[in-house]
């Protein structure tokens, strides 16, 4: 099976600030790796897929790159509402379609 | 717009059953894998299991192998998941999810609210 992690577990920042998260995959999945945020109480929703396809009506801010075992999502300029948990899922190994454990962005 | 309505969630004790269903509006049901991603609660994302668009395939995470069976009622645009044996460990909440796929990668598109199921004595 096709491990990810990501990095870091959690972080705190400031509106306006420049945020980038990892996601790695254990063995190389192409750009077979979508992301999806996830606010409390809520359920996740699609950000970007294959790697980096922006979801319609995501807003431009996210971005996501990578391919292979090493891929990032970035929030070029973080807003209130982008607080959140942001996990990254593969679908190259079908059908596990693993999740990664996760990344908290909180308020600093 | 699109809306996955999941149902059935409930207090169940170990051993016991539950049917959960989903139902989907405002699009193409039949034309949509269909999954089931579960979330224990304070914790990460799961997938359990997949339905083809006609019900023809399905699989299933080794951790409910045996024990969940997947399925769908296209005319009635509704997806299932029947539970049975039950563990504490399967407490979670349980979402419907559509699949879509692009250039050969699946994507989850659209979820459902969720619902809770809490395996207790």
């Known amino acids: 099976d096709i491990q990810l992690t990501q990095s870091p577990s959690s972080l705190s920042a400031s509106v306006g600030d420049r945020v980038t998260i990892t996601c790695r995959a254990s063995?190389?999945?192409?750009?077979?790796l979508n992301w999806y945020q996830q606010k409390p109480g809520q359920a996740p929703k699609l950000l970007i897929c294959?790697?980096?396809s922006l979801q319609s009506g995501v807003p431009s801010r996210f971005s996501g790159s990578g391919s292979g075992t090493d891929f990032t999502l970035t929030i070029s300029s973080l807003q209130p509402e982008d607080f959140a948990t942001y996990y990254c899922?593969?679908?190259?190994?079908?059908?596990?379609?693993?999740f990664g454990p996760g990344t908290k962005v909180d308020i600093k | 717009e699109v809306h996955l309505a999941e149902s059935g969630g409930g207090l169940v004790q170990p051993g016991g059953s539950l049917r959960l269903s989903c139902a989907a509006s405002?699009?193409?049901?039949?034309?949509?894998?269909m999954h089931w991603v579960r979330q224990a609660p304070g914790k990460g994302l799961v997938w359990v299991s997949r339905?083809?668009?006609?019900?023809?395939?399905?699989n299933y995470a080794d951790s409910v192998k045996g024990r969940f069976t997947i399925s769908r009622d296209n005319a009635k645009n509704t997806l299932y998941l029947q539970m049975n044996s039950l563990r504490a460990e399967d407490t979670a909440v349980y979402y419907c999810?559509?699949?879509?796929?692009?250039?050969?990668?699946?994507?989850?598109?659209?979820w459902g609210q969720g619902t809770l199921v809490t395996v207790s004595s």
């Open positions: 999810v559509s699949a879509t796929i692009t250039g050969g990668v699946n994507y989850f598109d659209y």
């Open positions: 405002a699009f193409t049901f039949s034309s949509h894998w």
């Open positions: 339905v083809n668009s006609d019900g023809s395939s399905t």
């Open positions: 063995q190389s999945i192409s750009n077979y």
């Open positions: 294959a790697a980096s």
């Open positions: 899922q593969q679908s190259y190994s079908t059908p596990s379609f693993s």
